[in-house]
């Protein structure tokens, strides 16, 4: 079946534009979450939806970035006034909610954004 | 969360078996252990889980000794295709959703 998908899968962008990035998780995946990963380091968590509700977004490093799963399905990560800082992967990944074990996170392929 | 210490870098051959051991001290007594490996320009894949002892799949053994404070991923007979960087977490069961991701053993397989 289909995985995860990201897009767009790259993404220029000058300095303090506005972009915005989606993420279709796998059907009936009750959580969906985003990650930050910057050249040569693992994936920093940013935020944790279980449907359309924002549990965490602990790990979301300014104002300027907002996410939205409004109906429980498709996401975006939206980042105002982008910076050359925020130049990164953003990984989106799901999971099926439920297990008494960890579970397992099913990543997208992630969207490389460009600030310049 | 437990925090994971694993070599940055390791090397091999074709055919050989590859151990990425990693350390976790601090482990504690609901945290499960987890493998995850990433290729370029992909987003990570999980390979395998453990809570003790022993656990094998299709990809990949996991050797948990009895104080759990370290796991050793084990791969057999590699090729070029498993060169990748690998990630080992430690998490807990009950409620953990949040994956932390340290910097991951980069593993570089030769021809």
């Known amino acids: 079946g289909a995985g995860v998908s990201q897009s767009p899968r790259y993404k220029v962008a000058k300095r303090g534009q506005d972009v915005a990035l989606r993420c279709d998780p796998i059907?009936?995946?009750?959580?969906l979450f985003w990650y930050q990963q910057a050249l040569g380091q693992g994936p920093e968590f940013l935020t944790y939806?279980?449907?359309?509700?924002?549990?965490?977004k602990s790990g979301l490093p300014s104002d300027r970035f907002f996410a939205e799963r409004p109906e429980g399905s498709v996401s975006t990560l939206k980042i105002q006034r982008t910076q050359q800082e925020d130049s990164a992967v953003y990984l989106c990944?799901?999971?099926?909610?439920?297990?008494?074990?960890?579970?397992?996170?099913?990543f997208g392929p992630g969207t490389r954004l460009l600030v310049l | 969360l437990a925090k994971t210490t694993q070599p940055i870098s390791m090397d091999s051959y074709e055919g050989q078996e590859v151990n990425i051991t990693c350390s976790h001290n601090?482990?504690?007594?609901?945290?499960?252990i987890t493998w995850y490996q990433q290729f370029p320009s992909q987003g990570p894949r999980f390979i395998i889980q453990?809570?003790?002892t022993k656990v094998t799949n299709e990809v990949a053994s996991l050797f948990i000794p009895a104080d759990r404070k370290s796991s050793t991923l084990s791969l057999p007979r590699v090729s070029l295709s498993d060169t990748a960087v690998y990630y080992c977490?430690?998490?807990?069961?009950?409620?953990?959703?949040?994956?932390?991701f340290g910097s991951g053993t980069r593993l570089l397989v030769r021809p």
């Open positions: 939806f279980q449907n359309e509700a924002q549990l965490d």
């Open positions: 453990g809570y003790k």
């Open positions: 977490l430690v998490g807990r069961g009950d409620s953990s959703y949040k994956l932390i």
């Open positions: 059907s009936g995946h009750v959580s």
């Open positions: 601090n482990i504690a007594t609901n945290d499960y």
């Open positions: 990944a799901s999971s099926i909610l439920g297990a008494s074990e960890p579970e397992t996170q099913y």
